[in-house]
C-alpha cells in the first residue's frame, strides 16, 4: 500500500494534528481566514504579526498608521542625513496584537491549532521592547503558539520567562542550521524551558533565508533536517522537527516524515488560494511564473536575503523611506540600510533616484508589491484548472489540505478540484 501523509500526525504535548502546518507569510498573506480554515481541517496555520498596526487598521478599524504620520509629521524632512527616530507606541502595538489574535482565536472551529509567526528583524526602532510586547500581546490574547523566526532569538525566551503561559503555550523556532538551534539552547538553557518544536527552513523557501547569499544553493533541506533531528535526539528531549521550503507534493511530504519529521511546514501552494491575502493579481502572477523568473536577493534591509519574482514592484524603486508611518525595520538607532541606499541615490541623481540594491520593504510589504515566494512558485500552475478566460482558478485551503494529505507521488491531483466560484479581477487587484 502507498504511503500518504494522511497516515501520519503530529503530536505536540497533549494536542494531536494532521501533519500540516502552514507557514507565517506577513504581511497578511497568511490572513487569520486562511488558519482559521487549515485549523477547521486539523493543522496548524500561522497568522503574523508583520505590519501588525496595518494589520489592525485594515481589519478592525483602528487608526494607528495615520495617528504614527500625524505624530512624526515633523521629522519629515528634505535633510538628506536625516534620520528618523519614529519610536512605537507601546501601548498601541499591543492593542494592535490583542485585537488581531483575540478577534482570530474567538473564531476558531475544529481540532487544529494558530500559531503566530513573530520576525526578531523587524526591530521597530526598539527591538527590545517591542518585541516583549509583541510577544505578551499575543499571549495574553490566548495564541495556541509562537513561532520565533527571522533571528537568532537568543534573548526571546527570557522576554516572555515571567508570563503566566509561558509554560503552556507552544513555543517553536526556525532554523536554518543545526548550529543556529544548538546557540539558542545553549542560550536559554536556564530557562529549564524547551521548545516545543523546531522548524527547519531550507534553501528554497519563500521570504527570507537564513543562508547567504552566494551559497544557499549548496544546501539540501533533507540533509539538514537529518542533522537537526539527530541533534535533538542527544538532547533526549524528543522535540518535532518540522522542515519546510520546496515541499511541495504529498509525495514530497511523505518522504520527510518517513525520514523522521513530525510534520511539513508549507506556504506556497497556500499563496493562491481562496483564503489567502495576496491580491488575485498577484496570484495569478505566481499561476503564470517561470523557473528562470525566480531570483534570490538582498533587496531586503534585515540584510537576509529573500527570493521573489523578478518583476516584484519592489526591485529599483525611488519611493521615500516611510518610516514616519511604518518603520518596522528601524533598527535601534533609528537607521535602517533602505535610507542610506536612498539618500545615496538622491545624491547620484536627485532628478531619477532609482534605488536598485535596497527596497523599502514596509513599504512594499504594505502594499503586496514584494513577491516573495517559495522556489517551487512555478508548478502552481499544475495544481489547478486554466479558465476559458485563461486565468488560473484558485484553489480552497481544504482542497490544498486534501492534496498534500493524499498525494501519494510527484504529480497534483485535478480531479480533485471541484470548481467553486471565483471572483473577477478588479482594477483594485
Ligand atoms: C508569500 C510568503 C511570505 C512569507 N512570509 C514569511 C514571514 O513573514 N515570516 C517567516 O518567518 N516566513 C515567511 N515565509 C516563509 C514561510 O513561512 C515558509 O516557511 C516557507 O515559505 C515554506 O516553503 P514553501 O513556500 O516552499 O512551502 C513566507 C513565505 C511566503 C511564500
Redesign the pocket.
Known sequence: MTDHLDNYRLTLGENTYLPIMV?????D??TSKLALEAARQGGIA?I?D?LISAVSDKHYGTNFLKTRQQKYQPYISQNLANRFHAQFDLDELYQASRLLVENTMHAKTGTGGIFI?I?EKLTMANPRATLEVRLKGVMDAGIDGI?L??GLHLGSMALIADHPRFRQIKLGL?VSSKRALELFVKKTARLNRPLDYV?V?GP?????LGFKIDDWFKFDLAEITKEVIDYTKTLGLNIPVIP?????TGGDATRMLQMGAAAV?????F?TTLESG?PMKVQQRFFRSKEEEVVVNLVSPTGYPMRMLNDSPCIGTSIRPNCETLGFILDGNGDCSYIDAYNQEVLRHPDNPKVMDKTCLCTYMKSYGTW?????VYRLKDTTNQLPDGSFQQLTVAQVFHDYLHGDDQHIKPALMEPHHQPALTTED
Do not use: Y
Request: hydrophobic content about 40%.
Open positions: 507557514g507565517g507569510m506577513g504581511m498573506i497568511s500561522h503574523s508583520a509567526n520576525m513561532t523566526s527571522a526556525i522548524v527552513e528554497l523557501a519563500g521570504g527570507h519546510a521550503g520546496g515541499i511541495f511546514q508549507v506556504a506556497t501552494r499563496t495576496f516573495t515566494c517559495g522556489h517551487m
